[in-house]
């Protein structure tokens, strides 16, 4: 008896445990499967909202489907089925259209309850502005603890020399940038986004939303991330020859972690290195290679040979080995109706001083000369 | 013999066709004209699938193998221009040529020279656009979309991409005309307006919706043009432009533009699901009012392909709303041709199966499209792999395996013989299981956060990728197949009997031999 008693408690336990375990297997494979539940309040209900319609659909499937099945099987003619002659009936007409109807409604209800919450972007705590550029993102901190700080965040240079070797190698491959959105738990946190050249759109699949950045447009989003981590997502508009690889990563921590991030981050004293520091053309040229790896690239490719006619090439161009001064003008200010934007308020005085000597000194350009960063300040 | 002699032989017999190259360049024959649309389809179908066939290998996995990634969307850019405008429109169009006078009772289209301008002008606008592939910058590459300001840095390929657009909406609205005109005043004495055939209903309801949209497309792409060239600023916010605008018109014109490929679909469905249960289609004047309705509804919804663009709350709902209510229209349709399959007689030869696999694999779509009208949920979904799972579901399952089944069911008709059953069959099964393995994993994709248009792609999509490659490899394949199928049943085979299917109704079959003679219905054909 106590012995079909513990055969009985060790089937139980053991079926238990497997069923855990393929849950468990199965959960992380469901991520591959199915949309994320998310870590906000937006995401949670949208999930919902998801599930909700998705077994509606299945459902009115299984009965569509079952019936033409069924009859598939039943009324063939190898059965020897004989034709039945009916061809109308006003009342199945007015049930069929009726019934659906409803369901719509049914789903349209909580559909338009979510999209009023999602869309109410009043008394933020904090707001952030977006900008989408070809093909990086820019934040900047308006308000808060974080306000004034603002950054670039490009594709993480590991995954950028991955694409042409081995993917497998780095961790989370495409979706990894030099900077990451370091944000709150806890606060609504307000986003305005926009755009410099062309369209481009802000997705963190675990926060539950998209929107478009459009040059000269102010879109807005809001979000109020409950749990610490890190999520990631990517541009979801076509914006370009780069458009697979302009990542978003948002790091989010405890209130007093931001707080920390944001005074360190603001008080980074670039002016000590711009003036005290001796650079020498060796220090600027592999600081250059860095800055031109994340910040030019994309458009001047590897090679410096650029994709023309869009993007002109470095490599050879009369601006990159004629006189510094032009150089640095371009770089500064941009050239306006080209893709071609100003890096003054990008890059600080080290990064352009870098990127212009090594700009000069790379490929076939081997002019030589070189730029200080106490050359770009009096530029300026 | 005498001259009057010679006269009488002459009227007797009619005109064949004329012989050579000539007949095709000169021909004002809606069969020979039919023909030529769907031989330029075709051909356009292998040369659209070959860029989607780049595409899938690109993405077989993670890294960038191939291509680079500006050339990738040329390809993503190409494929869709060409699968929309030189394999889905021009094949409906050339069903419409060939079926529509044999389904009225009348002798030609109502406009035949012009029938053969609109033809004539599809190959050079092709030309131009493949021009572009070769040119400094490469092809477009902003999208088949074309969303400003993107694609206003095309490279030299901007202007020929306009210009093959403007002569391909010249082509369309001509071609629509013709319809319209021939359905009004050619039809047999005795064919009223609600005996026609579903096919002609569809296709003069979508001829309507080309003639009033192609208009703006066009509107569209030449305010790009001149953006561009003469200093315009109205998609420029610098200049006190919108870039939204361009997509408002864009899909004011791109929405109609969907159900232009779909609503023949309707018809060419309609037709064959009565045929093989041996049972006449059910609700037909329903079908009617729901086809002009998902047509009036199609003017009304097209800011559903744009929630995430900043809208204020109120259009973000009336577009819902409305977008939901198409599932009503269309849901009637499903359920008249499942009634009609109830209790009927089936058999399921291959146009069966390709329009039994259609009512599914739409019906798939459809739901997706349901959930994706749905706007909370479409900021997740939208621009995701799961859009383009939707999209290729409704065209590649709907649209195409509509005009795969047409071809076979009217080929014998047309060539005066029958396809090769098995053949037939094997290219049904290849297909829909090749088909399904290549669209169904990108809604995981999708939901699991893989944007569209994207040329590579982070590791932990890598394994739907690669299976869903496999699956576009299998179903091209399948297609080189179904091109040398249809070869074999020009060439010859068995020889097809005047009604051709057992429970084959209509005008074209009840009325005309197998093959159809170059000339028919040069009397009209009495309407019972």
Known sequence: MTMVRRINGFIVVATVTMMAGMQSALAGYMDTLNMTRGVTPVSERVYDLHMLILWICIIIGIVVFGAMFYSMVKHRKSRGAVPATFHEST???????????????????????????????????????????????????????????????????????????????VDNYLLDVDNEVVLPVGKKIHFVLTASDVIHAWWVPELGQKQDAIPGFINELWTEIRKPGVYRGQCAELCGRDHGFMPIVVRAVAEEEFTAWAADKKGIGKETEVTDKIWTIDDLYARGEEVYNTACIGCHQLNGMGLPPTFPAINGSVIATGPVAGHMDIILNGRPGTAMVAYKDQLDDVDIAAVITYQRNAWDNKVGDHVLPADVKAMR | MSEAVAHDIHDDHGHGPEKGLMRWVYTTNHKDIGTLYLLFSLAMFIFGGAMAMIIRAELFQPGMQLVDPHFFNQMTTMHALIMVFGAVMPAFVGLANWLIPMMIGAPDMALPRMNNWSFWILPFAFALMSATLFMEGGAPAAGWTMYAPLVLQTGDAFPFLIFAIHLLGISSV?????????????????????????????????????????????????????????????????????????????????????????????????????????????????????????????????????????????????????????????????????????????????PMLFALAFVVLFTIGGFSGLMLAITPVDFQYHDTYFVVAHFHYVLVTGAVYSIIAAAYYWMPKWTGHMYNETAGKIHFWWSTISVNVLFFPQHFLGLAGMPRRIPDYSVQFADWNMVSSIGGFAFGLAQIYFCWIVYKTIKGGEKATDQVWEGATGLEFENLPSPVPYHSFTTAPQIR
Do not use: C
């Not at chain 1, 019934?99 to 009043?122: Q, Y």
């Not at chain 2, 013709?178 to 003069?204: S, Y």
């Not at chain 2, 041709?337 to 209790?343: A, D, E, G, N, Q």
């Open chain 1, 91 to 169: 009342r199945m007409e007015i049930i069929w259209t009726i019934v659906p109807f409803l369901i719509l409604v049914g789903m349209a209800v909580p559909a338009t309850k979510t999209l009023i919450f999602m869309t109410d972007t009043t008394e933020p705590d904090m707001t952030v502005k977006i900008t989408g550029h070809q093909w990086k993102w820019e934040y900047e901190y308006l308000d808060g603890a974080a306000e004034g700080v603002r950054f670039i965040s490009s594709l993480s240079a590991d995954s950028r020399k991955a694409v042409y070797a081995d993917p497998e190698s």
């Open chain 2, 174 to 350: 001509m071609g629509a005309i013709n319809i319209i005109a021939t359905i009004m005043n050619m039809r047999a004495p005795g064919m009223t307006l609600m005996k026609m055939p579903l096919f002609v209903w569809t296709w003069f309801i979508t001829a309507y919706l080309l003639i009033a949209v192609m208009p703006v497309f066009a509107g569209a792409v030449t305010m790009l043009l001149t953006d561009k060239f003469f200093g315009t600023a109205f998609f420029s916010a610098a200049g006190g432009g919108d870039p939204v605008l361009y997509q408002h018109i864009f899909w004011f014109f791109g929405h109609p533009e969907v159900y232009i490929m779909i609503l023949p679909a309707f018809g060419i469905i309609s037709a064959i699901i009565p045929t093989f249960a041996r049972k006449p289609l059910f609700g037909y004047s329903s079908m009617v009012y729901a086809t002009a309705s998902i047509a009036f509804l199609s003017f009304v919804v097209w800011a559903h392909h744009m929630f995430t663009v900043g809208m204020p709350l109120a259009g973000e709902l009336f577009f819902m709303y409305a977008t939901m209510m198409i599932a009503v229209p269309t849901g009637v349709k499903i359920f008249n041709w499942v009634s009609t399959m109830w209790k009927g007689a089936m058999t399921f030869e291959t």
